[in-house]
């Protein structure tokens, strides 16, 4: 089998890691690997069913019903598919993104996906973004990057995001939610958010696309053919 590379960008919610992702995948021509969306999906269905992102039996019962495949348009956007159906649009709310969150920390949702997410990387050349997939999923990548950025640049990135989706909300509860959510993904017991040892610091505060984009290109060359 050819050799295959992986580029691992982890960080916060709102760093810009799927906007940042998705244009280096295009321009590398290699497949992008949402992986919050993964477990955004996971935390939608069990919504759907009515299970709490905190009940551990409940979840295990039903997470043998569940089935999620990938698929990408022509764009190379990608779509998450829950037992057949297109729920990429479904699972883009403060809600679900809040319990995600909290279905993440558990090891028996941890387990179910990680042969996923490793098995896509052993087949192709990926760029994968999420919470610890330096750490966790690819500790071998290729390429590790940790984005970041303020709580408070985040929040207003997401803040114009959900505006422009016409949902209803504030800048003031964005921001706590947002706070909210770093507190969870860097508290939960099993793999918690945090730069891997051998990750490089990307702070897109001050950047716009172009300048993080050449960053993670500067960092990536030399590891990988760019």
Known sequence: MAKTYSIAIDGPAGAGKSTMAKRLAKELGYQYVDTGAIYRTVAYFLDLWGVSPKDIDGITRYIDELTIGIEYDADGLQHMIMNGMDVTDDIRTQDISQKASLVSAHKVVRDVLLDMQRQVAREHNVIMDGRDIGTVVLPNADVKIFLSASAEIRAKRRFDELMAKGQTTTFE?????????????????????????DAVLVDSSNLDIDGVVAAIKAVAAGKIPV
């Not at 509860?173 to 040892?197: F, G, M, N, W």
């Open 173 to 197: 509860q964005v921001l706590k939610d947002v706070k909210q959510r770093d507190y969870q993904d860097t508290h939960r017991e099993i793999a918690p958010l945090k730069q891997a040892h």
